[in-house]
T-cell receptor, first 115, second 113 residues
Framework: NAGVMQNPRHLVRRRGQEARLRCSPM?????VYWYRQLPEEGLKFMVY????????ESGMPKERFSAEFPKEGPSILRIQQVVRGDSAAYFC?????????????FGQGTRLTVV | GENVEQHPSTLSVQEGDSAVIKCTYS??????FPWYKQELGKGPQLIID?????GEKKDQRIAVTLNKTAKHFSLHITETQPEDSAVYFC????????????FGKGTHLIIQP
């Protein structure tokens, strides 16, 4: 059973471009969470999705950021018109139930660098 | 919302000694407390967790204790080994809170040979 798969592992974008980060949850997991990690910082919650639904996006900036988890395929975190401040590691986690009940498994992350 | 404080930010111990990392949380409704280990360039890996109906949990050299009254929980690693060197994060989750886990800022554990 493969773990949580994220790609790409590293992504370089120029200011103003779009970044697309993909996350395939573990098999059988229908709950997906996205977190952002700045250097020397903990992980900050961004958005929680279930299949075809955004459950909570309270941690995600209102502008330029969007997320989806379609019926088929991976979850996508999309950042439009990237700025230098978007440079960070973005981690996806999945679980079988909301994380208040069971453990969440993290992917290896996508390290976004905006130049 | 929940706020999790973690300390120390850096901890250096001699190989074979014990290491203790402490966290406090603010929301008394939180009931799930996992600990994650993150190695350089990798994603966080769950190493142990505890729920609020339990005061202590142990798994080989790793143990976690929870004091609900004081709202703090701790990670204990005994007989430390070089491979224990990593960044450790505590987290808390609140029932009914759909916003996932709230993480501490992490502790960089260094095992001195």
């Amino acid at each position: 059973n493969a773990g949580v798969m994220q790609n790409p592992r590293h992504l370089v974008r120029r200011r103003g471009q779009e970044a697309r980060l993909r996350c395939s949850p573990m098999k059988g997991h229908s709950h997906v969470y996205w977190y952002r990690q700045l250097p020397e910082e903990g992980l900050k919650f961004m958005v929680y999705l279930q299949k075809e639904n955004i459950i909570d996006e309270s941690g995600m900036p209102k502008e330029r950021f969007s997320a989806e988890f379609p019926k088929e395929g991976p979850s996508i975190l999309r950042i439009q018109q990237v700025v230098r401040g978007d440079s960070a590691a973005y981690f996806c986690a999945s679980s079988t139930t909301p994380t208040m009940n069971t453990e969440a498994f993290f992917g290896q992350g996508t390290r976004l660098t905006v130049v | 919302g929940e706020n999790v404080e973690q300390h120390p930010s850096t901890l250096s111990v001699q190989e074979g000694d014990s290491a203790v990392i402490k966290c406090t949380y603010s929301d008394s409704a939180s009931n799930y407390f996992p600990w994650y280990k993150q190695e350089l360039g990798k994603g966080p890996q769950l190493i142990i967790d505890i729920r609020s109906n339990v005061g202590e949990k142990k798994d080989q050299r790793i143990a976690v204790t929870l004091n609900k009254t004081a709202k703090h929980f701790s990670l204990h690693i005994t007989e430390t080994q070089p491979e224990d060197s990593a960044v450790y994060f505590c987290a808390a989750s609140t029932p009914g809170g759909a916003d996932g886990l709230t993480f501490g800022k992490g502790t960089h554990l260094i095992i001195q040979p």
